[in-house]
């Protein structure tokens, strides 16, 4: 089988046997990538550190194609993005980018804006000081809008007009206008913010409305790509969220 190298994303870990894990990443060239790793359950190995989840790592697989689960050779830490592990809040809301990533990403399908979106995100995540729920909201904003799912929010979605007054919004695609049916109401303060969350590239904006625009992201997270989040719920749980 041949080998190949490639820098990703730790997304999630299960344990598969007394001494082995599988481990799903993200990757920019193969897009979801899952590897048994084997001895990463043997006492003092290395590997437990070096496919935590959320870290950034460099990889050597073995590749067969028409396989499912591929087998890890080699894996090295890059960064472990510390400042998001040790605050529960950021870690919390950080892992709904990551599953969105899981449950979005295809296998074997290159995803290289995806996964920079992501690494982008988790970096800036680090270093933020604000709301989690905010920045949660931006970057799950950017990943759906990486993936194709960007909602229209210049026009009404179901007539093509424009917004006008009392607007409001779509789950199925985004804006609505006045005068059609509207699933949610929003209002322009509302809208207006999330324009700025899904067209800011580089760091989450400063906006208002932050529990309201992470209920309607959410709800349009799950709308567009129908599947239930455990970290939704998890959420939930801890923050009521």
């Not at 970096?123 to 809008?145: T, V, Y």
């Not at 979605?157 to 949610?184: K, M, S, W, Y």
Request: proline letters at 4%; aromatic letters at 8%; charged letters at 25%.
């Amino acid at each position: 089988m041949p080998q190949e190298k490639t820098e990703a994303l730790v997304l999630r870990g299960v344990d598969y046997s007394e001494t082995s894990r599988i481990i799903t990443f993200l990757s920019p060239e193969r897009g979801r990538l899952t590897c048994i790793a084997k001895g990463a359950r043997r006492k003092n190995s290395p590997l437990a550190a070096i496919l935590d989840t959320f870290n950034h790592v460099e990889l050597i697989y073995y590749w067969k194609e028409g396989r499912g689960v591929h087998t890890l050779a080699e894996a090295s830490l890059l960064h472990p993005f510390p400042g998001i592990k040790r605050d529960l809040e950021r870690c919390s809301f950080g892992a709904v980018p990551l599953e969105l990533a899981s449950r979005t990403a295809h296998d074997n399908e290159p995803s290289r804006a995806f996964y920079r979106t992501l690494l982008h995100g988790l970096g800036r995540l680090e270093q933020w000081k604000g709301s989690a729920r905010l920045h949660c909201a931006w970057q799950l904003a950017r990943l759906l809008a990486a993936a194709g799912f960007a909602p229209e929010l210049d026009h009404c979605v179901q007539c093509g007009g424009e917004i006008g007054h009392n607007p409001g919004f779509d789950l199925d695609g985004g804006a609505v206008c006045g005068q059609c049916t509207i699933e949610r109401r929003c209002g322009w303060s509302q809208l207006d913010a999330l324009k700025a969350l899904f067209s800011a590239t580089d760091q989450c904006p400063e906006v208002e409305h932050v529990d309201a625009l992470f209920r309607m992201v959410r709800a349009y997270m799950i709308r567009q790509t129908e599947t239930d989040y455990r970290s939704l719920r998890v959420l939930h749980d801890m923050f009521g969220s």
